[in-house]
């Protein structure tokens, strides 16, 4: 018997901040099959090339979906960083702005399309629908020590909203 799910949300605000880390391109079955965690372990391994870092604890996420043909999407693993004076070596810096988020936890041996299902679900309930600013679609903050090869990771997801 399996016990049902839920994931609690609520709506916070993030103000704009600026990040630098990796750019990742690819089809969502590329995703599914571990390519970001590739990304995500070679962030771990390279963060102390960057500067000005706000919270080395926490490794984020970020999710444009932006080409044309609808297969696929874009993934940058960065960290906040409070201003940007150097990006190292095959890195990118990004903007994003000040923006309203529905932010729910993901736990260890959650599903995760379940945790997604389960917050996009939330947001229609309270009358809220996605704010795709700059095609950003979904970030996920995760704690910069956890094994990115986990088959059981923690992280939260934030849908941006308006």
């Known amino acids: 018997m399996s016990v049902e799910q839920k994931n609690e949300a609520v709506v916070v605000n993030k103000e704009a901040f600026k990040a630098v880390g990796l750019k990742w391109e690819?089809?969502?079955?590329?995703?599914?099959?571990?390519?970001?965690?590739?990304?995500?372990a070679q962030?771990?391994?390279?963060l102390n090339e960057i500067q000005h870092v706000v919270n080395p604890e926490t490794l984020l996420g970020l999710s444009y979906?932006?080409?044309p043909d609808g297969k696929g999407f874009t993934h940058y693993?960065?960290?906040?960083?409070?201003?940007?004076?150097?990006?190292?070596t095959n890195m990118v810096s990004l903007s994003v702005p000040t923006?309203?988020?529905a932010k729910c936890g993901h736990k260890k041996g959650q599903d995760i399309s379940q945790s997604y299902n389960n917050i996009y679900a939330w947001i229609a309930s309270q009358g809220y629908k996605e704010n795709n600013v700059d095609h950003l679609t979904h970030f996920e903050k995760y704690p910069m020590k956890q094994d990115p090869y986990t088959e059981e990771p923690e992280f939260e997801i934030l849908i941006p909203v308006k």
């Open 26 to 40: 690819g089809t969502f079955e590329e995703a599914g099959a571990g390519e970001i965690r590739k990304v995500h």
């Open 77 to 88: 693993a960065v960290v906040e960083v409070e201003k940007i004076e150097e990006v190292p």
């Open 65 to 67: 979906h932006a080409r």
């Open 43 to 46: 962030m771990q391994e390279r």
């Open 99 to 101: 923006l309203s988020y």
